[in-house]
């Protein structure tokens, strides 16, 4: 028998009933508190080491734009931009405490994407997430309201943040949001609302302090907020935010500021060297400010860059040689059903044309394929003859003239 008092203070074990019992001055402690207790604080340790270091590998900007390259096809400009507004940043949250001991705080540099739909603005900065292992989240800026109206608090945009970091806030706290549909909240008018603009100005306003970098209460499963409701601090000052929007319309805007349907002798030879046809390369605050969007939004959105609109080359590229290319991703499909496809080149034309003909850009090209191939979808994984599949043009043609794509009217 053991005597009296001789248990775990933790957990009440008798001695005969552990391994081993410690003893303190006052005191025991069994071997399976001690082995909990030191998972514990494992667990704390880890925690706060991630919480100070960051567990990404930070890359140069012709680094970066090198992965870019493997995923994205064209816009080398827009990629360069990124690159270097990505490095940046991260750089920033790596050498945050030597900056703040040196007295120099430096502000996060957010940025703009202006490009047509099917462009690749989501693809970047899905591609960016990727290459650094941070969360990422895509925020649709079409459904946020002011507080209090129908529709999704701003604050609501940081709760898919911290869903995709699994409540992770330190994780989250290092993440990048993309907020496409930007445009759509721009302003109603030129000048400033005397009546509730609250899917359009008030979320830009609202949008000021999680862009800025501010602690913000987030409540967990998104939706309204409420007085009860428990909620989550983050702080929002080391989450790069990047936003898209096509700003249809910009390009009249910009036609205007730089006056190319200018006529006459007096007429700045500069502006003979505009190119007409791509207007969205010169882009500028100036314009975004003109399209709708509050001065002070545009002012934390500094770094602005654009998309090139894909001609029919851009389009064939994309189809065959990222890593993730349409084609390869039909192939692999096909070959988890052990067949063998392939196309012709003059079959992939074809679709690209159509892509083009239609106006559809790189989206086009999946809802086409798609569509082409159904059938053989449909029917090949049944047969077990079929090893191999060839898609010719003629092929193509003929299952593309009984899709609903061919109804459509060309604008």
């Known amino acids: 028998m053991s005597k009296i008092g001789e248990r775990c203070s933790f957990c009440g074990r008798e001695k005969r009933d552990t391994n081993m019992l410690i003893a303190g001055l006052s005191a025991h402690?069994?071997?399976y508190c001690i082995t909990q207790a030191q998972l514990i604080m494992e667990e704390e340790m880890a925690a706060k080491s991630q919480k100070h270091t960051p567990d990404y590998t930070l890359l140069k900007p012709v680094e970066i734009k090198k992965y870019l390259d493997q995923y994205v096809i064209g816009q080398d400009e827009a990629k360069r931009i990124l690159s270097v507004a990505v490095y940046n940043h991260y750089k920033r949250i790596f050498h945050a405490k030597k900056a703040k001991e040196e007295d120099v705080e430096i502000e996060k540099s957010n940025i703009i994407l202006v490009g047509e739909t099917g462009t690749g603005k989501t693809l970047l900065a899905r591609t960016i997430a990727k290459m650094l292992h941070v969360p990422f989240c895509i925020a649709d800026a079409t459904v946020l309201t002011e507080a209090g109206y129908v529709g999704e608090d701003v604050e609501s945009i940081l709760s898919r943040l911290l869903q995709v970091?699994?409540?992770n806030i330190a994780a989250a706290e290092r993440g990048i949001v993309f907020i496409d549909e930007i445009d759509k909240i721009a302003r109603k008018s030129d000048n400033p609302s005397i009546t509730r603009d609250v899917s359009g100005e008030g979320v830009q306003q609202a949008l000021l302090k999680l862009l800025e970098g501010a602690i913000v209460n987030v409540p967990p499963q998104g939706g309204r907020k409420h007085p009860e409701q428990k909620m989550?601090?983050?702080?929002?000052?080391?989450?790069?935010?990047?936003?898209g929007g096509a700003f249809d319309g910009i390009e009249k805007k910009i036609g205007t500021r730089l006056q190319t349907n200018m006529i006459g002798y007096t007429v700045d030879k500069s502006k003979q060297t505009l190119?007409?046809?791509?207007?969205?390369?010169y882009v500028s605050p100036v314009d975004l400010k003109s399209y709708g969007l509050i001065p002070e939004l545009v002012g934390r959105l500094p770094i602005v860059t654009f998309m090139h609109s894909l001609d029919r080359e851009t389009l064939r590229k994309i189809l065959t040689e990222p890593k993730n290319s349409l084609v390869k991703q039909f192939t692999k499909l096909f070959e988890m059903d052990n067949i063998k496809l392939s196309f012709e080149e003059e079959a992939l034309n074809f679709i690209v044309d159509k892509s083009i003909e239609f106006k559809l850009g790189a989206r086009g090209l999946r809802s086409i394929l798609e569509a082409v191939m159904t059938d053989a979808m449909f029917e090949l994984p049944s047969k077990n003859t079929t090893k191999t599949l060839r898609i010719s043009v003629a092929l193509v043609e003929e299952k593309f003239q009984l899709t609903t794509i061919a109804r459509l009217k060309v604008a």
Do not use: G, R, S, V
């Open 29 to 31: 402690i069994c071997d």
């Open 165 to 167: 970091a699994d409540y």
């Open 232 to 243: 989550i601090q983050i702080n929002t000052q080391n989450i790069l935010f990047i936003t």
């Open 275 to 281: 190119d007409k046809e791509n207007l969205l390369q």
